[in-house]
């Protein structure tokens, strides 16, 4: 079973900068997609972005397109979101997910994924 393990969260004021990185328990696994999705407390769970791990084609939820960037490290089996311009709005437990097999416009959906971390908490204060 491979496990994901998120990293790099924390507090920081509005405006601010985070960087999150995502690693897999299996040094050999790859998936064919890894995502990232956040929960705020009372709130739905959300999609943020996601990432092809062959073509590294990208994409973004509504709300953090032009400040979050996804990326991914082939030798490290880790994905990163960059997370620039904060706003308390963004606070949550962010998560990461990877996908196994590509399941046809699921890649923004949780249930295209099947590997999840615990969740990194980040919180942005104004």
């Known amino acids: 079973q491979v496990q994901l393990r998120e990293s790099g969260g924390g507090s920081v004021q509005a405006g601010g900068s985070l960087r999150l990185s995502c690693v897999a328990s299996?040094?050999?696994?790859?998936?064919?997609?890894w995502a990232w999705f956040r929960q705020a407390q009372g709130k739905q769970r959300e999609f943020v972005a996601a990432i092809t791990w062959g073509s590294a084609y990208t994409y973004y939820g509504e709300r953090v397109k032009g400040r979050f960037t996804i990326s991914r490290a082939s030798a490290k089996n880790a994905v990163y979101l960059q997370m620039n311009s904060l706003e308390p709005e963004d606070a949550a437990v962010y998560y990461c997910a990877a996908a196994e097999v590509f399941r046809t416009g699921r890649i923004q959906k949780d249930a295209g994924y099947d590997y999840w971390g615990q969740g990194t908490q980040v919180t942005v204060f104004s």
């Open positions: 299996e040094r050999t696994f790859t998936g064919v997609a």
